[in-house]
């Protein structure tokens, strides 16, 4: 049984996510749309309110807020309840914004309405700089979006890649409103003309079946399809006057047509010069520290690719902390190993006697991952120090059960008879201490809300381990003491040690013994300090300050600033 808990345990160790802590944000779902040249305004009353009118109740739904730019942009975010499926959420509100689309204006609708799964922590920040003075912020920019961020879409782990910066290349044609006076034309007719012109046009085939006999080559027709330059656009004709000797009028008559960017309502910058940045989102239970590899490795393999004088930096890396945490929290295990052992060894003075308990933290400890593997859980900082506090207490089965064990061969008894009349004794008392455990640590994991779901993976570990424990107890250490345990020797002399720790132990271990009997002829008096001991710690409870999680320095600072209605862009980036 120990070897198929630790085979499994095994297995389980290198399959669990790694993480901080459990997810106990609520999951979100997102919701963008564009309707260019819209202020915020009217993107309130004809985007915002015909959506949300349908979000608005979906099931499981926390809150919803939603943000209007002057620049036409809509977000709307969903929150969840904790633990809702997120693939569901989505699917939900985008049933919902569907009911919604038909109340929307045309141009709305032709840029499209997004609806995704949103993660609330970002895994890295992956910036783009460029040595070569042709590389703008839009080059970058668009080089991450075009060549970088579908490839990293595809990674495992990675949930979403969002990229900052500028933003796509576009053509941007701009008007003369006096020459379009002049010619009689509206903003709408610009629109028009190019949207019928710049289409990809089905042509079809020349010598398709049905054909005349003897037909034979069957040739696929290619027509000059959406527009690619500059020059192309500004031949599109907006106007043709048949009656004044047919007149054309292009765009280049009214206006011009230039390559840039299709909104400039953002930057990035990296240490003050003009660059692009990529972050990437994890997938809720992905491994945080090996998608963060798989990204490097990507961005290692992409830059062998770039132009000349393109570089790459990760300045913001969440795992780094996640990293050095964990590892952290790993010696701590260890050490508490190696301290209990120590102190096993130290009490119990037999090597023979200790292996027995010893035994019992690696396969308690590692079968413990396969209980979280079985529950759901992730690798994170409270499963840890669950796994830390449980190796004190999972050896005390053990203890208990070598005790027993060697009392009976102190009687004579030989080790196969003294385990099996130990275990007719502490059976009982093995199944009730795991139960006790069981009714301390089980209750939280029902606690709901946030702080449920940050303390179920640290109680739910720890009642794990207690189970594996008291099977442990019952199965393995039995077996263990009859096999290593031998009869009592008292002419064997102890080593110096000992010897010395015994000198000093066992006068503690009568003053305290008689401290307790008198103890217990004052117990009234014994009760009455308890209970002033109690208020202490009650009011110690009431003046320490509270809070969620502790916080720790993560080698990161980041400022917000919001500049008065009205800012423009060139202000907030002063």
């Known amino acids: ?279 990437i989102y994890q997938l809720p239970q992905a491994n945080a520290l090996d998608t963060a590899k798989r990204v490097k490795s990507a961005m290692d393999q992409y830059a062998r690719n770039f132009p000349a004088g393109l570089t790459y930096l990760i300045p913001f890396d969440t795992t780094i902390f996640v990293r050095e945490s964990v590892n952290e929290v790993y010696s701590t295990l260890y050490e508490a190993g190696i301290l209990v052992l120590l102190v096993i060894m130290v009490f119990l003075q037999n090597w023979r006697a200790t292996l027995v308990p010893a035994t019992t933290v690696p396969v308690t400890i590692v079968g413990a991952f396969a209980g979280m593997a079985v529950l759901g859980f992730s690798i994170n900082l409270l499963t840890l120090f669950a796994i830390v506090l449980a190796i004190g207490i999972v050896v005390d089965d053990a203890i208990v059960v070598v005790e027993g064990a060697a009392k009976h061969i102190e009687h004579g008894k030989t080790p196969k008879q003294a385990s099996i009349d130990a275990m007719g004794e502490l059976f009982g008392p093995i199944i009730g201490i795991t139960l006790v455990l069981m009714s301390v640590f089980l209750p939280p994991a029902f606690m709901p809300g946030i702080t449920g779901q940050m303390y179920r993976q640290f109680a739910l570990v720890i009642a794990v381990t207690a189970v594996i424990s008291a099977i442990n107890a019952i199965t393995l250490k039995p077996t263990q003491c009859a096999l290593w345990l031998r009869p009592y020797d008292p002419k064997h002399k102890k080593n110096f040690f000992f010897r010395a720790f015994n000198a000093v132990y066992e006068p503690s271990e009568r003053f305290y013994t008689r401290m307790i009997r008198s103890m217990v002829r004052f117990s009234g008096l014994m009760v009455f300090m308890a209970l002033i001991l109690v208020g202490i710690a009650g009011w ?35």
Not at 142 to 162: F, Q, S
Not at 193 to 215: C, E, H, L, R, T
């Open 1 to 279: 049984i120990a070897i198929v808990i630790m085979l499994l345990g095994g297995v389980a160790i290198f399959l669990l996510p790694v993480a901080q802590y459990p997810p106990i944000t609520p999951p979100t779902v997102q919701v963008t749309a564009t309707y260019p040249g819209a202020s915020a305004k009217t993107l309130i009353e004809t985007v915002a309110l015909p959506i949300e009118q349908q979000v608005n109740g979906v099931e499981k739904m926390l809150y919803m807020q939603s943000t209007c730019t002057s620049d036409g942009r809509y977000t709307l975010t969903v929150t969840f309840d904790v633990g809702t499926d997120l693939d569901f959420a989505q699917v939900l509100v985008q049933n919902r914004v569907a009911a919604a689309m038909s109340l929307l204006p045309t141009a709305v609708q032709q840029q499209g309405v997004v609806t995704k799964k949103k993660s609330t922590a970002i895994l890295q920040i992956i910036t783009l700089t460029s040595t070569n003075k042709a590389h703008d912020a839009l080059f970058l920019s668009n080089y991450g979006t075009i060549e970088l961020r579908d490839k990293l879409a595809r990674l495992p782990g990675v949930g979403d890649v969002m990229v900052f910066g500028i933003g796509e290349y576009s053509m941007r044609v701009w008007l003369d409103p006096e020459r379009m006076r002049q010619c009689s034309l509206m903003p709408r007719d610009i629109i028009n003309a190019i949207q019928k012109q710049n289409v990809k046009v089905a042509a079809g085939q020349i010598g398709m079946p049905p054909a005349p006999a003897g037909q034979d080559f069957q040739i696929t027709v290619n027509v000059e399809g959406a527009l690619t330059e500059v020059d192309e656009f500004e031949r599109i004709i907006v106007k043709a006057a048949p009656e004044g000797g047919g007149q054309i009028t292009r765009i280049r008559d009214i206006g011009r047509v230039e390559l840039g960017a299709r909104t400039y309502g953002q930057f990035f910058k990296m240490d003050g010069s003009a660059a692009g940045g990529i972050a």
């Open 540 to 574: 110690g409870l009431m003046k320490i300050p509270t809070g969620f999680i502790p916080t720790e320095d993560q080698g990161y600072m980041m400022i917000s600033a919001q500049l008065p209605d009205g800012a423009s862009l060139e202000r907030t980036e002063r």
